[in-house]
């Protein structure tokens, strides 16, 4: 049984892995993986009520991130049809490249903490169409996005999937992983911005010809700025809803989504129809990405497999062998993310390492939290900013390879030694 585990898993996850020249959506992968798994173990179990409650165990579990992710992404959705991302994009004007590469990289990074890391990489991307017009530069823009975007979500327990994973698990609280990974996140992306924006000294901003905004409908100024300023203020209040009331933290996102909800529902409610529907939670709940929250539940769910199944166990307890050192296990880890999705590497580490033995805000973990966000920016595959940006750029891999790669690397290693220095010092 193990045998063929590992076999259908492995299979799953070089379909995963290699979407792109397949042409196979990797939820697809996730899913016929994640069925197929619990089906051969099932079978070999021969204890159907045994696996029903290990099953029912996963899929809470699971079912508390998907929960979450789609309340988030939602109340994005929410705000950008509002145009409230126009409150900070309207404020970015300078003449020089440079000044402007470092303002973008900062924005960047502080706004993905507070949002997550895909949906800022979209919004950045898009302001800097309408701020460039040379590709060359948007390009290098586009790159440093990318780095900036995962930096600014590794250390946030809401800026990227795998931390918001180790947040919910319980193996990292909100207070502990902003303390101890902040500055190692911000050398991660201060070093390859300082020398991108060193390349391009002396350059200037050459601004797209200006053309008209279409006819599309808009929300008021005091609309803008009210759904702005309640669903930025909903995403940073998660944590603190999850320390008081200790509550898992899905249902303090879903309690925000229905407040959003009903303000938005409230300030609209004069409108027709026709101009308020684009507005509206319904047609944001319709414009969300499920298919990357399908791909969530399958690979969420694989993984439970090999975790039931002691096989990432064992894996732990080879790798602890083989390697020894928890830090070069974890910096490993970190590296594998650029080539593989981040996702199922830290799905696979939690099954594999137990709360017993490392408990909440252990050093393995928070240096996973820190490793598995920023090193999926070696490769632009290897995270789901860098597949965005790819997608709405057009950059080719090998480009990104040239250019960004080694910028993203040098970054990697730079804020893993002064995590791991930190960690020495203050402990």
Known sequence: MLTALILVFVIAYAAIALEH?????????ALVGAGLLWTIYALAAGDPHLVGEQLGESLMGTAQI?????????IVEVIDAHNGFE?????IRTASLPALMWLVGFVTFFLS??????????????????LLAKRDDRLFFAGIIVIAANSGGAWSPIGDVTTTMLWIGGQITALAIMKSVLLPALVSMLIPLAITAYLLRGQKVLAPAAGGHGSGIRSSDFERNLIFC?????????????????????MGILFGLGILWLVGDLVHRH????FKHHLTLVHALSRIDMSSLVFFVGILLAVATLEHTHVLGDLAGWLDRMVGRHDLIVLIIGMVSAIVDNVPLVAASMGMYSLADFPA???LWQFMAYCAGTGGSILIIGSAAGVAAMGLEKIDFFWYLRR?????????????????????VVG
């Open 21 to 29: 020249p397949l042409k196979i959506n990797k939820s697809a992968s």
């Open 66 to 74: 998907v929960f979450f992710l789609m309340g988030a992404m939602a």
């Open 87 to 91: 409150v900070i994009t309207q404020r």
């Open 113 to 130: 903490a507070v949002l997550d890391n895909l949906t800022t990489t979209i919004v950045m991307i898009s302001l800097m169409r309408k």
């Open 230 to 250: 309640l669903g930025i203020g909903i995403l940073v209040a998660v944590p603190a809803f999850k320390t008081l009331t200790h509550l898992p933290p899905f």
């Open 271 to 274: 409108k027709e129809d026709e």
């Open 361 to 363: 805000d252990h050093f």
């Open 404 to 424: 960004i790669s080694g910028l993203a690397l040098v970054g990697y290693f730079a804020g893993a030694g002064v995590y791991l220095l930190q960690h020495a």
